[in-house]
């Protein structure tokens, strides 16, 4: 008898459960931005969450949570119900170089379940636009001479912050970085001539670039960018072989249904290949994925080789959080 009104239970949690992924969504869907608005995570986010909407049938609001380089918000999403209404979007600093750079309390790996990579993106090395050089090898020469130049970034561990210390190391020069909650604080201290110079992303400093409040000396990658043509790559400009590349993903709690990770997922690959979506990701600067990385265990398998790569070149060099 007992054993009989255990299996009863048990088909009934499951039709529940079944049931409820189903139904899913019933009610408005949260990406939380674990970073302060106006950096490109931000900017990806709304463009994302404004594709995704139609697929979902439901609204999806946009929350900026920053702190400890987007840990904090990490750590909040990975703690929630695991119901699919809360979804993190992230990218390398967050969800990779976070689990390096700080004392987490969450295994990234474990205790958050991949939805699905949206793309990838280089920097641009962009200063102030009253910064006395005109071009890059200007620039590395005026950085060897200016030790201490101040580098602004979204964080410590954010891959502006990371990507400046390895510039460093590259051409031999002494770099002073400046934390920010996100990209876009530091962008505008950039252009109010408050620091230096900048890591950033076509998404955050483009604009500023094109309308000359900023000057970019080269992009981070080996072929120019859709969204900033004339900007010359690193090979182009004399610091061949400095490729620095980072992503945007998106992930839910773990134990989150099956089911709902696929209908998230569903939406998240419908958004990205919506015409209208696609070009305002390529407008600011985003390229994009094979199809075989687009499903959650792509994102899963993906995320783990860059753990390996990256944690140890990260511990080496000594960045830390304070």
């Not at 009934?12 to 408005?28: D, H, Y």
């Not at 979804?87 to 990779?96: A, D, E, H, K, R």
């Not at 408050?194 to 483009?206: H, K, P």
Request: glycine share 10%; hydrophobic share 40%.
């Amino acid at each position: 008898m007992i054993k009989t009104m255990i299996a009863i239970a048990l088909a009934a949690g499951c039709a529940i459960g079944s049931a409820n992924a189903q139904s899913f969504p019933s009610r408005p869907i949260t990406i939380l931005v674990p970073l302060a608005a106006g950096g490109s995570t931000d900017t990806i986010g709304r463009i994302m969450a404004e594709g995704m909407r139609p697929h979902l049938g439901q609204p999806v609001i946009v929350e900026n949570s920053p702190g400890a380089g987007g840990s904090t918000g990490v750590i909040r999403v990975a703690r929630s119900a695991p119901d699919g209404y809360l979804v993190q979007i992230g990218q390398w600093g967050t969800n990779v170089a976070g689990g390096a750079v700080y004392d987490l309390p969450i295994d990234l790996l474990k205790d958050l379940e991949p939805v699905g990579l949206i793309s990838t993106q280089p920097f641009m090395i962009v200063g102030k636009k009253t910064l006395p050089p005109n071009n890059f090898k200007e620039l590395i020469a005026w950085l060897k001479a200016n030790p201490g130049a101040t580098f602004g970034n979204a964080g410590i561990g954010s891959p502006g912050h990371v990507s400046s210390i390895f510039f460093q190391n590259t051409i031999g020069a002494k770099i002073q970085p400046v934390p920010y909650r996100s990209a876009g604080p530091a962008s505008q201290d950039l252009i109010a001539g408050n620091i230096d110079l900048m890591m950033d992303t076509a998404a955050t400093s483009g604009p500023h670039v094109r309308s000359g409040l900023l000057k970019a000396y080269a992009m981070s990658s080996n072929k120019r960018s859709l969204a900033m043509p004339d900007v010359p790559t690193v090979d182009e400009a004399g610091l061949p072989g400095f490729y620095f590349y980072f992503w945007h993903a998106l992930w839910v709690p773990k134990g989150t249904p099956k089911d709902v990770i696929a209908k998230l997922n569903d939406a998240l690959v419908k958004a990205r290949n919506d015409p209208a979506t696609h070009k305002r990701l390529e407008d600011i600067g985003q390229e994009f994925f094979p199809s075989d990385m687009e499903t959650p265990e792509g994102l899963a398998k993906f995320q783990k080789e860059e753990i390996d790569k990256w944690w140890p070149v990260i511990k080496a060099a000594g960045i830390k959080a304070q």
